[in-house]
């Protein structure tokens, strides 16, 4: 892989534009998102009420399940004393998949569990159906979603989470996914796990205080991340992919041929 | 899943036995793994002399990668300060796999993107190949490894990794796997990521400190876990398979109707 990142031209990389990224500042460090518009758009202009508000300001990572997901939000959400959202809306329509129409879609040849196939658009993972009508993004690790109720329209943005395991795809199509971690993912994978059901921190001291959520434009320019990520719709990401397929490195002793759509790296490389 | 646990019966759990059982003590807490003598006989007794010898004792874990594993054993390997074997051997022949011949497989109907067939044999993840001449254990989230270098013959036992992310199922047949972690998992999996290369730690201040290793049979009764695991070759585990695959709950919108080998929990409980 270190070959094929070598090998690559300044044109197989693009650096994600400034109102799709999401900067997280825990007391730890710093989390950065990109986010995917072209799977969610409604879902990303919500948070973006949201997070313009400062509704995370303050609010906490409250849930920690081992082999799953984080989850953060307002842990008094549904009581009196629960944030406002303001202007956003507390409700959206589900936006689980969409139509495959006008999607460019990097397929990717692999035996899929969960999905008819597999590959990338806009640079995120992805399913599609066999009949190319519908296409998801899918729930492989670092992977950021959108918490909702039973109800489909019970997803607004105000509670998040991310994958810390291994992948879940069985919530494919079932929630919203917004984007992914781009910097930042050892923060959250390492949190403590919660040890009330589901992973919930049992007490408020267990707590993980968000100082802040932004979206990239409102960040200051010379604190915002200087990233580049490698294109998926390249022949230097071809080749990386068929480098992971097809292992030459002198440890394997079986070269595997196979490959499976979260077990692919997306490389990033930080400018500043 | 709860209503296939409730519904279970005595009959469908067992007790591993405690020379199948090892029991790694952290300063923070127990690791208790159960081995899998099926799969890897010649690198478990190499194993038990290693721990019979007190070799772990005292030694650390050295690496924890994100999305990948931690691992660990003798900080000064291949210096002239490495701990002696004693009367292990440092360089068996391979275990990657096994004949499938004597060995029950209860298959679980699944698209793989790594095997040609997967399912689950003496209570472990497996898969074979399409003329079931051989089987091997699935690198899923929490299985326990024997590091080796370039050599296939350069594993003993002396170095072991634990799966902390997405099953990272290119290893498979690569490496020859020996067992899973049973309790304590979130000891492993919320270390803090090394910062050198592969997630090795920068500094021998970072090692994790392993006070012990012991065989279950070596473990004082009254210290001995007494934890049930579901069999994996009953009715109540295809039950269990079955209620992942298609999810009734009412929060499912799509029910799914499909499971992939690393998705499928182990249940266990604890009765002391």
Known sequence: MSGVLRASQASDWRQPSPENMLYMQLDAGQVVFELAPDFAPAHIENLGKLIANRYFDGLAIIRSQDNYVVQWGDPYAGTASARSPGSAGNALDAEFSRSAEGLAFTKIDSMDAYADEVGFSSGFPAGRDLSGERTWLTHCYGMLGVGRGNSPQSGSGAE??????????????????????????????????????????????????IRSMRIGSDVPINEQMQIELLRTDTESFRDLVEARRYRAEEWFVDPVERIEICNIPLPGRTLN
């Open 160 to 209: 998040l989470y991310v994958v810390t395991g291994h992948a879940p795809r069985h919530l494919d199509r079932n929630v919203t996914l917004i984007g992914r971690v781009i910097s930042g993912m050892e923060l959250l994978s390492t949190l403590p796990r919660g040890t009330s059901p589901l992973g919930f921190y049992a007490s408020p001291a267990e707590h993980v205080r």
